[in-house]
């Protein structure tokens, strides 16, 4: 079974940081690429950051909107991608979901149940 279990999720005040942690297991870890998305109430969900699988150089890609904030990482050998967010903003409030994908030899992704993430005085 396929599971994508987040942690580090909560209430931080705005210029704060937050580490966001995905577990996964059930897949082949190393073969995914894997990617944040939030989703804002009454806001369509959106890619944050993605990184590639480790055959392709774990390249990141980030949102224009957290560049320079957020990183994401991963350690194949603890199956864990990360979102480490520092200098928090209220706009950044959002369910966190972890994601999986790949598109070769076919497209597969998996998600996590996601974790909300408050930026509040």
């Known amino acids: 079974q396929v599971q994508l279990v987040e942690s580090g999720g909560g209430l931080v005040q705005p210029g704060g940081s937050l580490r966001l942690s995905c577990a996964a297991s059930?897949?082949?870890?190393?073969?995914?690429?894997m990617s944040w998305y939030r989703q804002a109430p009454g806001k369509e969900r959106e890619l944050v950051a993605a990184i590639s699988s480790a055959s392709t150089g774990g390249v990141t890609h980030y949102a224009d909107s957290v560049k320079g904030r957020f990183t994401i990482s991963r350690d194949n050998a603890k199956n864990t991608v990360y979102l480490q967010m520092n200098s928090l903003k209220p706009e950044d409030t959002a369910v966190y979901y972890c994601?999986?994908?790949?598109?070769?030899?076919?497209?597969?992704?998996?998600w996590g149940q996601g974790t909300q993430v408050t930026v509040s005085s």
């Open positions: 059930g897949f082949t870890f190393s073969r995914y690429a």
């Open positions: 994601n999986a994908y790949r598109v070769l030899p076919n497209r597969t992704d998996y």
